[in-house]
């Protein structure tokens, strides 16, 4: 990713126009003008399956693997078998999946070792309560217990699956706590209706889930460990009266993939959601919020402890003065209604003027027009040390869009980023903060 600061142009970079505040500005040429390029493309991913209805499941995440660049290999156990064939698995990963019946002809004897060792991730999924029991006590009698005892190289992921009162039997929730304290990951299980009829805990997540798991595992360099990132996201509502509110386009999709992507490269991520039309990522401690005033709240008062400080939420610059009390009626409103608003906290200017040592903020900036005086003006009045700014009028960029078209400014330089996906967008920012 090629990053500029005043000085001579670098890699794919020229040279351009020069906004009032006399920074000149770079552009960056991308041949990544779209898709974002997988996480886990020429990732080694292994996936154990064990006994479980859900076994089936794990064909969708072999597909999305497969999809998304990632060499893939299965290890089946023999009850495993009896869900779903592993014929499925050799068509959709492209590669023979090991079996316990040690055919040489097709799979080396000795991939307990050798598949484990490749491995950038190994995802136990389904994990029944055997599988478990054998891996906190050290058994390898199968072609999977085996491996998971030869698995010290990479990050090793159980997903427990099974019916609620298994998964709550203190036997089991013993051995789970065994392999978390030795390092392997727990993925937490869904709750609902199973196979069985019973309804609780103890369902394998999707293969969408699963994958989210694989990409925080293995997808990124952990160049965010032990940082503290704090993400706003969403619009914010502000109450006319219990019926009808004050807000805006947002749907918190930027905000959501720089709050991922910073989880997935170490980061311990607070999420502070106004209303959002995307799920909150996982990963993150998520703090819902409905006004401005709630959101000046939520941030400035876990703001002491961040490292970094995104805001990406559009929060509402004004409110009503008043907020009515019942549902204003047409008939009392006559044919005109003058409805008076009052500012909003300004939490950007806040944290400027609280920032204290080392802590790095960024502000958002969408414009109509004039975009890059208004993003230096605001850059520099809310003593913000990076400012993202966007235009609502170009194509590709603003709300509800998967795309964006940014441009970064610092006190010393501006670039500008090509049309991108609101993922690598994400990415650019975080890369730009940590090479600041």
Same mark, same amino acid.
């Given at each position: ?312 939420? /559009? ?8 907020? *009515?009390? #019942? =549902?204003? %009626? @047409? !008939? $009392? &409103? ?30 958002? /900036? ?8 208004? *993003?230096? #003006? =605001?850059? %520099? @009045? !809310? $003593? &913000? ?40 967008? *994400? ?10």
């Amino acid at each position: 990713m090629t990053q500029v600061i005043t000085g001579a142009p670098e890699g794919d970079a020229r040279e351009g126009p020069q906004v009032p505040g006399g920074i000149t500005v770079h552009h960056i040429i991308s041949e990544k003008t779209g898709e974002r390029e997988s996480m886990l493309k020429g990732k080694n991913i292994l996936l154990g399956i064990s006994g479980s209805i859900s076994a089936y499941k794990m064909a969708h995440l072999a597909s999305l693997l497969k999809q998304n660049g990632a060499e893939t290999h299965v290890i089946m156990t023999k009850n495993a078998c009896r869900f779903i064939d592993p014929v499925v698995f050799d068509t959709l990963t492209g590669n023979r999946t090991v079996l316990d019946d040690f055919d040489r002809t097709n799979v080396s004897p000795v991939s307990h070792i050798d598949l484990p060792r490749q491995a950038d991730a190994f995802l136990i999924a389904p994990a029944s309560a055997d599988i478990i029991a054998k891996a906190a006590c050290g058994i390898a009698d199968d072609m999977l217990s085996s491996a998971i005892v030869a698995a010290y190289s990479c990050p090793v992921l159980i997903a427990p699956a099974m019916n609620v009162h298994m998964l709550e039997n203190p036997a089991v929730q013993e051995n789970l706590e065994k392999l978390k304290a030795r390092g392997f990951k727990i993925v937490a299980p869904g709750s609902g209706y199973q196979a069985c009829g019973d309804f609780g805990s103890g369902r394998l997540p999707e293969g969408e889930e699963l994958y989210e798991w694989l990409e925080m595992a293995c997808g990124a360099e952990k160049d965010l460990a032990g940082k503290r990132v704090l993400v706003t996201a969403g619009a914010t509502r502000e109450a006319i009266d219990p019926v009808r509110f004050i807000t805006n386009h947002s749907t918190g999709r930027m905000g959501v993939a720089l709050a991922r992507a910073a989880a997935i490269r170490g980061a311990e991520v607070t999420l502070v959601a106004g209303d959002m039309r995307v799920d909150p990522p996982q990963f993150c401690t998520t703090v819902r919020v409905t006004s401005a005033r709630e959101m000046f709240e939520a941030v400035t008062s876990r703001s002491e402890s961040q490292d970094i400080i995104i805001m990406a939420a /559009a929060v509402a610059d004004f409110r009503p003065k008043t907020v *009515a009390a #019942e =549902k204003i %009626k @047409k !008939k $009392n &409103a006559g044919s005109e209604n003058v409805l008076e608003l009052e500012r909003t906290d300004d939490i950007l200017a806040w944290l400027g003027a609280h920032k204290r040592e080392g802590q790095f903020l960024c502000g958002f /900036a969408m414009e109509t027009q004039n975009l890059l005086e208004n *993003a230096e #003006e =605001k850059l %520099k @009045k !809310k $003593n &913000a040390d990076m400012i993202v700014a966007n235009s609502l009028r170009a194509a590709g960029a603003g709300f509800g869009t998967d795309t964006n078209i940014v441009t970064f400014l610092r006190p010393d330089a501006v670039t500008e980023l090509p049309i991108l996906k609101k993922t690598e967008v *994400a990415d650019r920012i975080l890369d730009r903060i940590l090479g600041s």
